[in-house]
Structure formats: structure tokens, C-alpha cells
């Protein structure tokens, strides 16, 4: 049973460019969040998906965009690159009720980096 | 959102037992405890998850008095591939209630 896979895990991009990132959730799994983890520092939330709907956001601006499709898989955009925004991109898939609710199941991340 | 203290970093030596603990004073009554492993460039990984007193599973246990207001992660004899962040994650995400926010999560470090 596959868990979550991400594509592409290492990527090279210049200020400015945009950037689409994919997941594939665990099989079973209907929710997809969607981390940036700087060097050093824990995973930060940026959005969540349920439903194709984006359903919560983090603290990030609007560069940032999202789609889940009807399988499930989903898709990280980024627009209009900055330095900043070099990374890891961490997706994690998990259900919407229960206690499975509070489990993630983490990807092995996209290292971005912008030059 | 309950937020979370853990300590920045701890070391120990292979075999011991190792004990984590983190702080949730405003931890509400639905709130779940989560503890999450993270290795150097993979994605964290799922430890064990509680609600109330003593949870254990075939890598941990986990400690939590009658208030909630604090829990412990308890790794027997460790290895040296246990050396990694540990986080604790606080919260009830059913139904997309509320964010998943991480911390900066406590660095195990484990020496020969």
C-alpha cells in the first residue's frame, strides 16, 4: 500500500518563475495539507484540502495556491518565486472525521530551491 | 489553538530510556495529543497519539495526567537512529476544525 507521494523531489528555480508541485495521498486518505519547512525549522501550514475546497489556510500570501482533484491528488502552486521561498514542501494526506482525523501521513517532501 | 513548550534539545547514550515532555496549559476538552518523529530531509512520521492517561504502542508510550495539561513521550532503550526532532502537536482536526501547526520541536540527540 503506497503512502504519500510527492513529485518532483528536487527542484531548481530562479526568482520569479513559478513552480507546480504534485501529491498523490495515502490510499483511503481524503484530506491533503500542504507544509513549507525551512532549514532548521518546523513544518509551517499552509493550506488544507477536503472536498476540492481549500478549507484552511496558513499564514501565507495569495502566491501560494492550491487544487485537490477528484482522486484526491493534489497540487501546490507558488507564482512569482523569491529567495524566501526555497524549501522543503511537505504534503501530508489524512481522513476529514474520526480519529483518524489527527493522524498525518507525511510525503518524503520537494526540496525547492530559488536562485 | 492549544499552543505547545517542549524543550529545544536533549541528549542521551544508546540503551536508555528517554522521556519528552511537553507543555499544553490551554488544551481544550476535544484537543487529541499528537507526537511526530522527523528525520534530516524526510517528512515527519507518525509516533503515537493519546487523549487522556497512559497510551502505548511498539515504539512508545505516552504519559498524560488526569489535567491534560502536559504529556510525556517515552522511548525505551534507544538506538541510534532514534536521534531526530520530535514534535507534539496539539488539537482536533476532525472536519478540518482547525490547523495542524507544528513548533519547533525538541532534537533528540543519542551518543554511543
Known amino acids: 500500500d503506497a503512502g504519500v507521494t510527492q513529485s518532483p523531489t528536487h527542484l531548481i528555480k530562479t526568482r520569479g518563475q513559478q513552480v507546480t508541485l504534485r501529491c498523490s495521498p495515502k490510499?483511503?486518505?481524503?484530506?491533503v495539507s500542504w507544509y513549507q519547512q525551512a532549514l532548521g525549522q518546523g513544518p509551517q501550514f499552509i493550506f488544507q484540502y477536503y472536498e476540492e475546497e481549500e478549507r484552511q489556510r496558513g499564514n501565507f500570501p495569495d502566491r501560494f495556491s492550491g487544487h485537490q482533484f477528484p482522486n484526491y491528488s493534489s497540487e501546490l502552486n507558488v507564482n512569482a518565486l523569491l529567495l524566501g521561498d526555497s524549501a522543503l514542501y511537505l504534503c501530508?494526506?489524512?481522513?476529514?472525521w474520526g480519529p483518524g482525523a489527527n493522524v498525518l501521513t507525511f510525503g518524503a517532501g520537494s526540496r525547492l530551491t530559488v536562485l | 489553538l492549544a499552543k505547545t513548550t517542549q524543550p529545544i534539545s536533549m541528549d542521551s547514550y544508546e540503551g536508555q530510556e528517554v522521556n519528552i515532555t511537553c507543555s499544553h496549559n490551554?488544551?481544550?476538552?476535544?484537543?487529541?495529543i499528537t507526537w511526530y518523529q522527523q528525520f534530516p530531509s524526510q517528512g515527519p512520521r507518525f509516533i503515537i497519539q493519546?487523549?487522556?492517561t497512559k497510551v502505548t504502542n511498539e515504539v512508545a508510550s505516552l504519559f498524560i495526567p488526569a489535567d491534560r495539561k502536559s504529556s510525556t513521550l517515552s522511548l525505551p532503550r534507544v538506538s541510534l537512529s532514534d536521534t531526530a526532532v520530535y514534535y507534539c502537536?496539539?488539537?482536533?482536526?476532525?472536519?478540518?476544525?482547525?490547523?495542524?501547526?507544528f513548533g519547533s520541536g525538541t532534537r533528540l540527540s543519542i551518543r554511543p
Open positions: 493519546g487523549y487522556k
Open positions: 501530508a494526506s489524512s481522513l476529514a
Open positions: 490510499s483511503g486518505h481524503d484530506t
Open positions: 502537536l496539539v488539537g482536533d482536526w476532525g472536519g478540518s476544525a482547525s490547523k495542524i501547526i
Open positions: 490551554n488544551i481544550a476538552t476535544n484537543d487529541y
